[in-house]
């Protein structure tokens, strides 16, 4: 087992996407896998985790363990200054500061780590997974998950880029017609919400794991938390089931559990397609009046990404045109998700 020291020295001699010592030692021993069954291994996220996924696979394949290998995948859109929905370059709160959100589940040994509004650090799945392998609790947020992980080797740093600290100035600007900025509409488009990247993969023992990044909704209130880093909402795994995750808008995502509900639905049966489809009905059930137009349909996005113990996988979205990441042994692509919703 790693102690505390090891695992700074390691931190400090490494760079971000291998801070981590290998896998779970500080683990309680892992549950039985698959059993008899073989699975087919697969790895299944949001659309921009389409390198991700390919790494995770590779990974998986050479025998990783599927946390380390899915963390992997999404340190890449993490460390990333280009993605604005996640790590680096996210785009920022209403204050123009960055704050990260992220949770992690490791099924063999049915542990979970999350972090909420951690500032400075480029890497939050890290963390949660630091606070899984080195905590006896499940959450850190704000300045106390920022304390942690520096205790933990992580390097802070400035996360706001060029590119995102001048949109937000542009929302800033447009908030109020007649402040003294003056408003430049043509532009660009101000982006109101941001991508999030979620990941969930199974191997060939059947054993699986899931993780969810994001900088979160743009130009938030000041300390909000999305879905992304609550267990059961952001993202959830059950190694007896599958696991599952989400994108899109957080506050309707916290109201039902998407992500432990959809697990739920494949361990009532359901394939991961048909059991995300159903925890978007829920979401339409839960949402209040003003988000909803004269359809019935809500004003806002979300998606669910579901792999289940057997490799089967699938993504559901409200409207129809999204799609979701995919490896496995046919290599790296974008699939549609199955909609609720048709366009127009
Ligand atoms: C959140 N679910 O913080 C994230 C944001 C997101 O596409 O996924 N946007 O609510």
Known sequence: MPTRRDFLSTAAAAGAASLLPR??????AALPSAGTRRARPVVVGSSNGIRGVKLAYDRIAAGDDTLDAIIAGVNITELDPDDQSVGLGGLPNAEGVVQLDASCMHGPTRRAGAVGCLEDIATPSLVAKAVMDYTDHVMLV?????KFAIEMGFKPQDLLTERSRQDWLRWK???NANDA??????DVAIKFTTGTINMNAVNAGGD????TTTSGMAWKVPGRVGDSPIVG???YCDNLVGAAGSTGRGEANIKVCGAFLTVEFMRQGLAPAQAALKTLERIVAMTEARLLDARGRPRFDIQFYAVAKDGRYGGATLVDGASFAVCDERGPRLEKCVALYQRG
């Open 23 to 28: 896998d779970a030692a500080a683990a309680p």
């Open 142 to 146: 704000g300045e106390g998950a920022r």
């Open 208 to 211: 699986i794991s899931s993780v």
């Open 181 to 186: 900025y003056l408003d430049h509409d043509a």
């Open 233 to 235: 909402a952001g993202q």
């Open 173 to 175: 600007s447009r908030l």
